[in-house]
């Protein structure tokens, strides 16, 4: 089983490139073609510039990330270094059910489905994949993402942060194309995100210690205006 750095250690340089390389959006699974409920907010004309953007997004990883995806994917990283299949499984069904419309569904199977990919043809032989192929009807992205940050050898905070870090640049992207924003306006945007990223990672990280019971998924605002992009006229994003 692949050593895990213990935290204090400073991260190797192919560990911390392999993060990157996660983090990423030129990594191979879709992310960029979602904007998560943001292009049914514009539509909505809930988002309108860069200020109401900025505070979706921020509500978004708050109310979202923070509470849900992030515990849960500091959960399965923890489950692939024990090689947990059970357990893996259990977290893998708890993303499916709290997934309430069928276009968030989706998305995190077809990225969970093309990361699994990935990794069966950059690391073929770990023996952690008869556990993915366990995962069914599909490895979710979180627990897919968790499973490839295991296998860089990283502490479980900094694949938290690359994980967080990927999420953040994906939505100002999309932002970009949907609010519309401007070059300026996105870096702005992403500065603010990195900025509380750091805070966020370590409260679910918090959330994650304290048991599944304290993991939760109420974000019903994000829900109806992503049922309301699955029936949306035009629309230039999956989700």
């Not at 690359?162 to 953040?168: E, L, R």
Request: zero cysteines.
């Amino acid at each position: 089983m692949p050593r895990v750095l213990p935290a204090h250690q400073a991260l190797p340089a192919p560990a911390l490139l392999q993060l990157m390389w996660l983090a990423s959006p030129a990594l191979p699974v879709g992310g960029f073609s979602y904007s998560e409920g943001l292009e049914a907010a514009v539509e909505g004309d809930l988002v309108r510039d860069e200020a109401s953007a900025g505070q979706w997004l921020i509500d978004q990883m708050q109310l979202s990330q923070q509470r849900a995806e992030w515990p849960l994917m500091a959960s399965a990283f923890r489950a692939w270094l024990r090689h947990d299949g059970d357990r893996l499984e259990s977290l893998n069904d708890w993303v499916l059910y709290t997934r309430e419309t069928s276009e968030m569904r989706q998305q995190t199977e077809q990225m969970g489905r093309s990361l699994a990919d990935w990794l069966r043809q950059r690391h073929p032989d770990d023996a952690r994949l008869p556990l993915l192929a366990r995962l069914q009807p599909s490895p979710t992205w979180p627990v897919t993402f968790a499973l490839a940050a295991a296998a860089t050898q990283a502490p479980l905070r900094e694949a938290l942060l690359a994980f967080a870090f990927g999420w953040a640049e994906n939505m100002v992207q999309a932002a970009l194309k949907a609010v519309p924003l401007g070059q300026n306006a996105g870096q702005r945007l992403l500065a603010r995100l990195t900025e509380a990223l750091p805070g966020a990672v370590d409260a679910a990280l918090a959330t994650a210690a304290q048991g599944d019971a304290a993991r939760q998924s109420f974000a019903p605002m994000l829900a109806i205006n992503s049922a309301q992009h699955e029936a949306q006229y035009s629309r230039l994003f999956r989700s």
